[in-house]
């Protein structure tokens, strides 16, 4: 029997449609297959996935320059009690949009989201230096508003994706000054922890207990006498008070692991404040290489499983 809509799971996003939000998620066959919802903000995206009725939540959390998305950091660290399922990344190219049969020299004027336009420095000047810049709300509505006018001196800045929704034609891809700049993205829930697969990443954030010398090195001691990679460590203010400040941290491997476990419980047992924000597959390596870690993982457990069945007991 064929699932019908109504009984899909909804996933929510950051709209227009065109964005690289949906760009993302549409790498993720299992999200395509889900019933969509969008909203305007990242803020309204993670609380209706907390208290709206919805299954999950799908945001940008880091970007390669820009650096982390404060909106979707600050509401899971601060306002929200949601866990990380998955990550997804996804590079970021921008791309030249225009009505189909439009050149370059017939373009007067390119319009954008202004940080997308700013990451295009090197082809506006040099490719079209006589064009006149102006902004907009975001890359996706310039070019839903290009669509919706059907104006043929005039370009936007885009994803490959708002060319594909809004049916334009790509004159120039790939425009970005930087190629190899990416977006992570996180999908979210309210409840359930991903299972490990050997290939993962646990996310915390670390409230000090008081503002004192040698606070962060106590927490960071946790993971380096354990040997546990972080792969990001920040700052972001509490909110409490000037100057106070807590700390959001990624590390390898997943809380069902017993180095991961440990280091967690002697921060909870220093009377840190530890905020878990999920354990998840990472998004980085091959799939045939997470493959391997999954099926090394499960072997692993059952070996483990094995010895520890042979223990006697006191009786």
Known sequence: MNESPLDKPVVCYLGPRGTFTEQALHTQPDLVEMNHRRFGSIVDVLTATETGGIDYGFAAIENMIEGSVNATIDTLAFDADLLIQREVVININLNLLVQPGVRLDGVKTVRSFPMAYA?????????????????????????????????????AIAPQRAAEVYGLETLAADIEDHPDNQTRFVLVASEGISEPTGHDKTSIVVFQRADQPGSLISILQEFAARRINLTKLESRPTRSALGDYCFLIDCEGHIANEVVGDALRSLHQQRHVVKFLGSYPSAYG???EQENNRVGTKESARWLADLRSQIRSAD
């Open 119 to 155: 990451q295009c420095r090197q082809f506006l000047r040099n490719k079209m230096s006589w064009a006149t810049i102006e902004a907009t709300n975001s890359t996706a509505d310039a070019a839903r508003e290009l669509a919706e006018s059907q104006r043929r001196d005039t370009a």
């Open 286 to 288: 091959t799939e045939e």
